[in-house]
């Protein structure tokens, strides 16, 4: 039962978008690993139309938040707003009040403005006039951003960056995906929900139950000491790197019908994983190349 429901939210997407298989894979390992999806690539590859359709899919509610070079932090968390009636501050939810937000085109804001999300994004709560509220469970960011080189693009921080489970790259779709996308021309496909708050329950507790030895733990801890003591990397991978790498394995574990990790699921999540948490020496390159191989080079 659980495999058929994460089956059906796969096909969903993909019905939607097409040729871009992996990309779903790694969008449905994030979310149940309760992480934060960051889609890097260029424009018009179906960054948007990935996040949109996977929301969608989930039935939980959804926002989208296009990011501008001039959003204010209060654009993205909301703002009181005097009521003379009630003669007191009223405040105004902002989009991040969503179970799924899409922050599109996230590294066209300012810092001022990406940091707004920070808290959000850890502790799934918005301190704003010294109140904290929380946001609805479960909460996911799925942001997209333009190469760094693109003109008018502001670098994420470190700080932001690491709160992101997963940073992928889709890549251009195969001939024969291509071609049906030509066929079916520019007619948007309605998207409708295929799970519920009690299917995505279960499918977070199924993820819980996932067995991880302490072979598998070794490996972890392992893989990111090493990248602290790498020559060409100066900044590791952080504790809560760490964290998120276990728990995206046992997310992928479950996806692939197992109820124990294993180390295949380390080795093929250390890239999406890790790779935009740490920085490599001011004298390698900083290409996805370079940054790779310098995982490698950690994994040994």
Do not use: W
Not at 131 to 144: E, G, H, N, Q, S
Not at 207 to 228: C, F, K, P
């Amino acid at each position: 039962m659980i495999h058929d429901y994460i089956q059906a939210l796969r096909d969903n997407v993909a019905s939607v978008l097409k040729g871009q298989s992996e990309a779903v894979e790694m969008a449905v390992i994030c979310f149940l690993a309760a992480g934060h999806l960051l889609i890097e690539d260029v424009p018009g590859v179906g960054k948007t139309t990935l996040a949109s359709a996977f929301a969608q899919s989930l039935g939980l509610s959804y926002r989208r938040l296009q990011f501008t070079s001039d959003i204010l932090p209060s654009d993205i968390l909301g703002v009181s707003i005097y009521d003379p009636k009630a003669a007191e501050f009223v405040f105004h939810e902002g989009p991040i009040f969503t179970n799924i937000l899409l922050a599109d085109e996230i590294n066209r804001a300012e810092p001022r403005a990406q940091s707004a999300l920070l808290e959000a994004m850890f502790e799934r709560q918005v301190s704003l006039d010294g109140v904290t509220r929380d946001l609805p469970d479960p909460f996911m960011v799925i942001a997209t951003q333009n190469p760094v080189d693109f003109s008018g693009t502001f670098p994420l921080p470190d700080s932001q960056l690491d709160r992101f489970l997963f940073r992928i790259s889709m890549g251009y779709p195969d001939e024969a995906s291509e071609r049906e996308i030509l066929r079916a021309g520019v007619r948007a496909v309605p998207v409708r929900p295929v799970l519920d708050p009690a299917k995505i329950r279960e499918l977070f507790d199924a993820v819980e139950a996932i067995h991880a030895s302490e072979d598998i733990m070794d490996d972890v801890l392992r893989l990111v000491h090493r990248t602290r003591a790498s020559a060409s990397i100066v900044q590791g991978a952080s504790t809560r790197a760490m964290r998120d790498l276990l728990q995206a394995a046992k997310a992928r574990a479950l996806v692939h019908k197992r109820d124990f990790v294993l180390p295949e699921d380390i080795q093929k999540l250390a890239v999406p994983a890790l790779a935009h948490r740490i920085r490599l020496a001011s004298s390698a390159s900083a290409d996805e190349r370079t940054v790779i191989e310098a995982l490698a080079s950690a994994k040994g």
